[in-house]
Every structure is written in structure tokens, then in C-alpha cells.
């Protein structure tokens, strides 16, 4: 009389992982990719911090100047009329200069953060192009295995 034994299921699906072996060198590549891309957007963001900051201190400086020739006593009522006018009329060219080079620096960041996209996107396919490739065949190799035991 035959008996009923129960299946190792521990060995059966030790047996299937094992068949099926994971390749983790396409997810450190992955990994190695996004990070590149995030050190050079950082350069990206910190260069133009530190362009906007230079625009922001220039300004500064410049109204400061501008503002002390117009706090200078004048002999006559009038011409404090006048230096205030002129400083309005100061002020309003160097907003108009310095937004300009605010919108500058911007537009730098938008063209280098489209570029680094572009050139991520193309290596993140070629990477998940390999890495298909690479688990396709694995998979084929290891369903032959199977099915030649």
C-alpha cells in the first residue's frame, strides 16, 4: 500500500528562486544613474543661486549708492524734487536691468535641467534596454534548465 507523502514545499520553492536567479548589477546602474543626474542638477540649482545672489547683491549695492547721493543736503528745495526723480528714474533702469538678468539665469536653468532630462531619459532606456536583454535570456536559460531535468 502506497503512502501519501506531503511535498517539501521549502525545497520546491528553494529549487524555483533558485532557478530564477536576481541580477542586482541593472539596479545599482539604476541606482549610480540617479544619482549622477541628482549631483548635476544640484550644480545646476547651486549655480544659480549663486548667480541670482550676485544680481541680488549688485542691486543692492547700486540702490544703496544711488540713495545716498539723494539723502545729500541740497541748498535749494527743489533740488530735492529733483534728486528724487532722478533717483525713481535711477531705480526704475536698474529694476529693468537686473529682472533681465534674473530672467537670464532662469532661462540657463530651464535649458541645462531639459538638457540633463534629455540625456538621463536616453540612458536610462539604454540601461533598461541591457537589463531586459540580460533578464530575457536568463529567464530562457533557466526555463531550458526546468524543462531539461
Do not use: C
Amino acid at each position: 500500500m502506497a503512502t501519501a507523502t506531503t511535498p517539501d514545499m521549502t525545497a520546491m520553492l528553494k529549487d524555483m528562486m533558485g532557478a530564477f536567479p536576481v541580477d542586482t548589477t541593472s539596479m545599482e546602474a539604476s541606482f549610480k544613474t540617479s544619482a549622477t543626474l541628482n549631483e548635476k542638477l544640484s550644480g545646476v540649482a547651486l549655480t544659480a543661486v549663486e548667480k541670482s545672489t550676485e544680481i541680488s547683491s549688485k542691486w543692492t549695492k547700486d540702490t544703496v549708492t544711488k540713495l545716498t547721493e539723494m539723502a545729500k543736503a541740497k541748498s535749494e528745495p527743489a533740488d530735492y524734487a529733483k534728486a528724487m526723480s532722478d533717483f525713481a528714474t535711477a531705480y526704475s533702469e536698474a529694476a529693468a536691468e537686473h529682472m533681465s538678468a534674473f530672467a537670464e539665469v532662469a532661462k540657463k536653468v530651464q535649458a541645462d535641467t531639459v538638457e540633463l532630462m534629455m540625456a538621463a531619459g536616453k540612458d536610462m532606456s539604454a540601461e533598461a534596454q541591457t537589463a531586459m536583454t540580460k533578464a530575457t535570456g536568463d529567464v530562457q536559460a533557466a526555463a531550458k534548465k526546468a524543462t531539461s531535468k
